[in-house]
């Protein structure tokens, strides 16, 4: 959910040449008149965020001050929580800062590399820093590489009313279509997808209807959606009723209190993929126009499936048996309504798909015993279903865009469900976890290991966001797709299985009939450049990558980098690039083999010392230049 941190990556190194020269050195490339640009959008809780304010913290000696790191700092979070928490919260109705303290947004590559910098935070805490190190050594020029922090707390009409944000996002891409003189490269991760989705319906109302497919086509050459919650995230929900920490040193209570205070906590929400808005557009920054009720409506098939196309029910709930301030005792009496419990009686459990909770029954049946739900439904009308935009809580359609790959982890333990029951404490703490439901690589388990009925998909999430909302871009192939699985790792297309022209039916999931080596990640890829002309659509699924990790994925970066060059290469053969083979590229890709005593891929790297190596991997490096091993790429 987080964001996790974001990968943007790549965008980054995609960027680039129209020539490639390389140096009889090798391991660099040397790239001139480089046309295109990476535009990073980075995820939940990705960006940093500083103060705005001076904040004088009693008992502490770490006071606010303007430009000090706020997320994240852990040092003040540790010392001064109550005073970090005034600079992160929000009013959970109108969105404004605390009247003591106001964070915003960094800017810059420096606001999404490292959250919290230092020798042991640091690497921590770090996002993109490894993408922005392979840029460099790929020769990737520095103002090729921008980044779109943003105020990952807001809702996506706040973005724009207090911050400007799809206006400056919009002349981002302007100023670097001027700068290099060609389209960019979007890379968004996680919840950034959801910004850039709000983006392309914010600009229909910003130009004219016959202009807008032109200037998508003259400022976007790719879109790379990594680990999209496309359908939402469960562990938005664990977030709202009982807290997610992140690994932060505070209490899940806590954790809720300030994530139940962000207009973005609605945003990733899970919903149907039966159920849609009709959207009015209407410019609602437009004093005299005055926006329509849109209706929030589900087709038939909403109610003939069972949890609203999801493996299970996302919550189910008992509800304590009083109600209002008496289901809230003080801690002192906790054990007293414990004992009370036989006269109480047994709680109501109810269960709840990913429609009613997107629609807000969920909140509102339990509106009497929870005093956040409120806060929720009124963020959920006025600033999602009520979005004259767009209402975020909709099955995606394929974006307009001439090149769409979408990429995201598979087959690790993710959570889809949860049983929830009253803690007997108060408002924040007042819910607890008393089971979890997991998907696993098909098949569904309670957190006691017992099987679960339900509908599993295929395969399993990236361990947060689940498989049925990150496969949902599925949908944007069309009937006939290329599939092709390879393993993740340099390899010599032994273990290379291609299927060409499988059929697709809309709305179903393709499983590839394909044999897998248990001792062997894969890289699986979904291919249709035939159903669209002029357009290419693919989905990337990687074995066991980690939604949060995916960013610092070597395989990834790798892939993208050999995508884009494929791309831009004026005597390019095919519509994707190669799969058939993977050899290394770098001299970080060429390593000692202990076995054979020699280095791995003799044929392209070789055993060559240089002062200061301290081991023999390190002395193993390429034969020829990054930029002649390209040209198997063609």
Request: charged share 20%.
């Amino acid at each position: 959910m987080r964001g996790g941190h974001v990968t943007l990556l790549a965008s980054s190194f995609l960027l680039i040449l129209l020539r490639v020269g390389g140096g009889s050195d090798g391991g660099e490339f040397n790239i001139e008149h480089g046309k295109l640009s990476g535009i990073i959008i980075p995820g939940f809780a990705s960006t940093q965020l500083r103060a705005w304010s001076i904040l004088d913290c009693p008992y502490s000696p770490l006071d606010f001050n303007p430009l000090d790191l706020v997320w994240l700092d852990t040092t003040k979070l540790l010392s001064a929580v109550n005073c970090w928490l005034k600079c992160m919260m929000l009013d959970p109705y109108n969105q404004t800062d605390h009247p003591e303290c106001k964070s915003r947004p960094d800017s810059g590559l420096s606001a999404i590399t490292e959250l919290d910098p230092g020798y042991i935070t640091g690497p921590l805490s770090s996002v993109w820093k490894d993408w922005v190190k392979w840029c460099i050594e790929f020769g990737i020029e520095a103002n090729a590489i921008i980044a779109a922090p943003y105020d990952w707390r807001l809702s996506p009409s706040k973005l724009e009313e207090r911050d400007l944000y799809f206006h400056k996002l919009k002349l981002t891409f302007e100023t670097a279509l001027k700068l290099r003189g060609g389209p960019s490269i979007v890379f968004a991760h996680s919840m950034g997808n959801n910004v850039f989705r709000y983006f392309l319906e914010w600009l229909k109302l910003e130009i004219a209807p016959k202009m807008y497919m032109k200037w998508l086509d003259e400022h976007i050459h790719a879109y790379f959606a990594v680990g999209a919650p496309l359908l939402g995230s469960i562990e938005t929900v664990k977030a709202t009723l009982s807290g997610f920490t992140s690994g932060l040193p505070v209490s899940e209570g806590t954790a809720r209190l300030m994530f139940n205070s962000f207009g973005s906590s609605v945003w990733m929400t899970p919903f149907s993929k039966h159920c849609r808005t009709e959207n009015v557009y209407s410019k609602h920054f437009s004093s005299g126009i005055k926006k329509g009720h849109l209706a929030y409506f589900c087709d038939e098939h909403e109610f003939q499936t069972n949890f609203s196309g999801w493996p299970t029910n996302i919550i189910n709930i008992e509800i304590p048996s009083n109600r209002g301030d008496e289901a809230y005792p003080s801690f002192i009496g906790v054990t007293q309504a414990n004992m009370s419990d036989m006269e109480c009686g047994i709680p109501t459990q109810l269960s709840f798909s990913a429609r009613e909770v997107a629609d807000g029954t969920f909140f509102r049946a339990i509106s009497d015993y929870d005093p956040d739900s409120q806060r929720f439904l009124y963020q959920l009308e006025k600033s999602y279903h009520g979005d004259p935009i767009l209402n975020p809580l909709t099955p995606w359609d394929r974006p307009p865009l001439k090149n769409i790959f979408c990429i995201y982890g598979i087959d690790l333990k993710t959570e889809v469900g949860y049983y929830f029951a009253p803690s007997g404490k108060p408002y924040p703490d007042n819910w607890i976890v008393t089971d979890v439901i997991y998907e696993i690589e098909g098949s569904l388990y309670s957190r006691s290991g017992n099987l679960v009925e339900g509908n599993p998909g295929a395969s399993s999430g990236d361990e947060t966001v689940p498989y049925h909302s990150l496969s949902w871009c599925k949908n944007w192939l069309g009937s006939k797709v290329n599939i092709t699985r390879a393993p993740q790792s340099e390899h010599d297309g032994a273990d290379v299985q291609v299927h060409l022209n499988v059929e697709h039916k809309p709305e179903s999931d393709i499983i590839p009939n394909m044999t897998r080596s248990p001792r062997v990640k894969y890289i699986t890829y979904y291919e249709d450049s035939e159903s669209l002309p002029g357009k290419r659509t693919a989905v990337w699924e990687l074995d066991k990558a980690n939604h949060r990790h995916i960013v610092r994925s070597s395989t990834l970066m790798r892939e993208l980098w050999l995508e884009m060059w494929h791309d831009i290469h004026p005597d390019k053969k095919s519509k994707f690039v190669t799969k058939a083979t993977r050899g290394p590229l770098r001299d970080e890709d060429c390593y000692w083999d202990y076995g054979k005593a020699r280095c791995t891929w003799p044929e392209h790297c070789e055993y060559r010392y240089l002062f200061g190596d301290v081991h023999l991997g390190q002395s193993c490096r390429l034969k020829n230049s990054s930029a002649d091993l390209l040209l198997h790429y063609v």
